[in-house]
């Protein structure tokens, strides 16, 4: 049983340009949220996709965008990288009628200089 | 809206000893409480959680956490401590509904000593 997958593992960009990072659900999952996480932070909230729209979103600038395919898959893009999106990004899967619960992937390491 | 405070930024325990993290949350309705675990470099794994019902809530890895709402408290507990326990541990909860989003800890770094 295939879990999250996140790719790439590591990314190194510069201010100004523009990222994707992209995930693959756990096999049978439908929802796909992303999360930041800093060092020494826990998880902040970004965004959730659900039947390819934005259901709920963080307190995340506009910078941050995100799309859901149909084989549910998904996409986060940061535009004009600031050096304080230097960050793990993560991305968790869960069933839409689930309790809540969510299973994450490895993460994508964004370093930003 | 929904918060959570995890006590101790650190917490260093000897292998064999009792494993006590504490989490305390905040939330306008009956909330959805998660614990997960972080090894270096990866992502995160799901311990346990509670939802409804018993209070007492069984994990992996022999881990185990205690839902007391006049507390507001959901803190994890392992009674003797292995060296491969040495990870970073986040507390996370939502609130149902059409909040969807989990809120998390700042996290609590366990160390193991021999």
């Known amino acids: 049983d295939a879990g999250v997958t996140q790719s790439p593992t590591h990314l190194i960009k510069t201010r100004g340009q523009q990222v994707t990072l992209r995930c693959s659900p756990k096999?049978?999952?439908?929802?796909v949220s992303w999360y930041q996480q800093a060092l020494g932070q826990g998880p902040q909230f970004i965004f959730q996709?659900?039947?390819?729209?934005?259901?709920q979103r963080g307190n995340f600038p506009d910078r941050f965008s995100g799309h859901q395919f149909p084989n549910y898959s998904s996409e986060l893009n940061v535009n004009a990288l600031l050096l304080g999106d230097s960050a793990l990004y993560l991305c968790?899967?869960?069933?839409?009628?689930?309790?809540?619960?969510?299973?994450f992937g490895p993460g994508t390491r964004l370093t930003v200089t | 809206a929904q918060s959570v405070t995890q006590l101790g930024s650190h917490v260093s325990v000897s292998e064999g000893a009792l494993v006590l993290l504490r989490c305390n949350y905040s939330?306008?309705?009956?909330?959805?409480l998660f614990w997960y675990v972080q090894y270096p470099n990866q992502g995160l794994q799901l311990l346990l959680k509670?939802?409804?019902?018993?209070?007492l809530v069984k994990g992996i890895n022999g881990f185990e956490a205690e839902f007391k709402k006049s507390e507001t408290s959901f803190h994890l507990t392992k009674p003797s401590a292995h060296m491969s326990d040495a990870a970073e541990y986040f507390c996370?909860?939502?609130?149902?509904?059409?909040?969807?989003?989990?809120?998390f800890g700042k996290g609590t770094l366990l160390t193991v000593n021999p």
């Open positions: 968790a899967s869960s069933l839409a009628g689930g309790l809540y619960e969510q299973y």
């Open positions: 096999s049978g999952h439908d929802t």
């Open positions: 996709y659900y039947e390819e729209e934005e259901r």
């Open positions: 939330s306008s309705v009956p909330p959805y």
């Open positions: 509670y939802t409804t019902g018993a209070t």
């Open positions: 996370a909860v939502s609130s149902g509904g059409s909040n969807y989003k989990l809120t």
